[in-house]
């Protein structure tokens, strides 16, 4: 049973399109993350929801939405999709004080290699 | 701003070598120190972690040394396998913050 799920694993689309990723994590954990990977590798934090509300949000364009409808899920739309939007887009989840070392080990998902075109 | 910087950004090491990957951070506000282990096409997971109560902390073939006064802290994978091979990120956080910062990643080869 995947932990944490995300579709679609591939995207590939034109500039100036709208797509979504999904999310879902069935682990029970409260805390839900974004997290975009560059083709250096590089992984930045782009939102965290806790219990549904918004409790980081980086300095991501306005183009980009998360949403999450419930604490198992969470959601990003993308509007005007841009070259510099291509990327590995992976979803990740915590619940603080659990984990190995209470610490709230991030669980990821396999990420959705979104490429713009 | 890269709070967290990590060093190489790539390494090859001989199978039953010694591979380090070493991390230096700026903010003395973080006391959560995890490495995390990425294969191509999967997402990273959790290898070992350290607090800066300790300076040393071994899992297996995986220890971390940290040294709070120089604020650096290292991975090292002792007898390293081509198993190993894999992008290794370290990572730093504040307790009760639920924020990872993560180091720019070390490709990581093993040759048979």
């Known amino acids: 049973d995947t932990a944490v799920s995300q579709t679609p694993k591939y995207l590939v689309t034109q500039m100036g399109n709208d797509k979504s990723i999904k999310c879902e994590q069935n682990l029970g954990h409260d805390t839900m993350y974004w997290y975009k990977q560059d083709s250096k590798k590089f992984l930045k934090i782009m939102f965290s929801?806790?219990?549904?509300?918004l409790i980081i949000n980086e300095t991501v364009p306005n183009r980009f939405s998360p949403k999450s409808p419930d604490k198992a899920h969470l959601n990003l739309h993308i509007n005007s999709l841009e070259l510099g939007d291509s990327a590995v887009y992976f979803c990740?989840?915590?619940?603080?004080?659990?984990?190995?070392w209470g610490t709230g080990e991030l669980f990821f998902g396999e990420g959705s290699r979104l490429t713009v075109l | 701003q890269q709070q967290v910087k990590q060093s190489p950004q790539s390494l090859i090491v001989q199978k039953g070598g010694i591979s380090i990957i070493n991390c230096a951070y700026e903010?003395?506000?973080?006391?959560?120190f995890p490495w995390y282990q990425q294969f191509p096409g999967k997402g990273p997971a959790l290898l070992i972690a350290i607090r800066p109560d300790v300076s040393e902390k071994k899992e297996g073939r995986f220890t971390i040394s940290f040294n709070k006064s120089a604020k650096q802290f290292s991975l090292h994978i002792m007898d390293s396998q081509p198993g190993d091979s894999a992008t290794y990120f370290c990572a730093a956080s504040r307790q009760g913050a639920q924020k990872l910062v993560f180091g720019q990643g070390t490709r990581l080869t093993i040759n048979p």
């Open positions: 903010n003395t506000a973080f006391d959560y």
């Open positions: 990740a989840s915590s619940q603080y004080g659990s984990g190995r």
């Open positions: 929801y806790n219990n549904k509300e």
